[in-house]
């Protein structure tokens, strides 16, 4: 059964800097897909980058040159590096791991608070 485990969140202030990061288990193959979305009170659930195993990448404009994404294909772990943060960046981020054709595995999420 795979399970994916986020870890890094928590609280910090306006221009500070986190690290997230999602370890995936029980599973051999890397997948074609690892990403990270967020969800803020009241908001849907949107996505913020994914990285495609060839090592493609897309970002939500709004975290365009402040966050960087990269994973670890041969442990399939996905992180997420977060500078400038925010309050708008306030949220719970999710990871998210795909195979070609197959549904979507998530995790449980972790809580950024960016307060101003």
Same mark, same amino acid.
């Given at each position: 059964? &795979?399970?994916? &485990?986020?870890?890094?969140?928590?609280?910090?202030?306006?221009?500070?800097?986190? %690290?997230?990061?999602? $370890?995936?288990?029980?599973?051999? *193959?890397? *997948?074609?897909?690892?990403? =990270?979305? %967020? /969800?803020?009170?009241?908001? /849907?659930?949107?996505? &913020? $980058? +994914?990285? %495609?195993?060839?090592?493609?990448?897309?970002?939500?404009?709004? +975290?365009?040159?402040? *966050?960087?994404?990269? %994973?670890?294909?041969?442990?399939?772990?996905?992180?997420?590096?977060?500078?400038?943060?925010?309050?708008?960046?306030? $949220? +719970?981020?999710?990871?998210?791991?795909?195979? $070609?054709? *197959?549904?979507?595995? =998530?995790?449980?999420?972790? /809580? +950024?608070?960016?307060?101003?």
């Amino acid at each position: 059964q &795979v399970q994916l &485990v986020e870890s890094g969140g928590g609280l910090v202030q306006t221009g500070g800097s986190l %690290r997230l990061s999602c $370890a995936a288990s029980g599973t051999k *193959f890397s *997948f074609t897909i690892m990403g =990270w979305y %967020r /969800q803020a009170p009241g908001k /849907q659930r949107e996505l &913020v $980058a +994914v990285m %495609r195993s060839s090592g493609t990448t897309n970002y939500a404009d709004s +975290v365009k040159g402040r *966050f960087t994404i990269s %994973r670890d294909n041969a442990e399939n772990t996905v992180y997420l590096q977060m500078n400038s943060l925010e309050p708008e960046d306030t $949220a +719970v981020y999710y990871c998210n791991a795909r195979y $070609a054709g *197959f549904s979507d595995y =998530w995790g449980q999420g972790t /809580q +950024v608070t960016v307060s101003s």
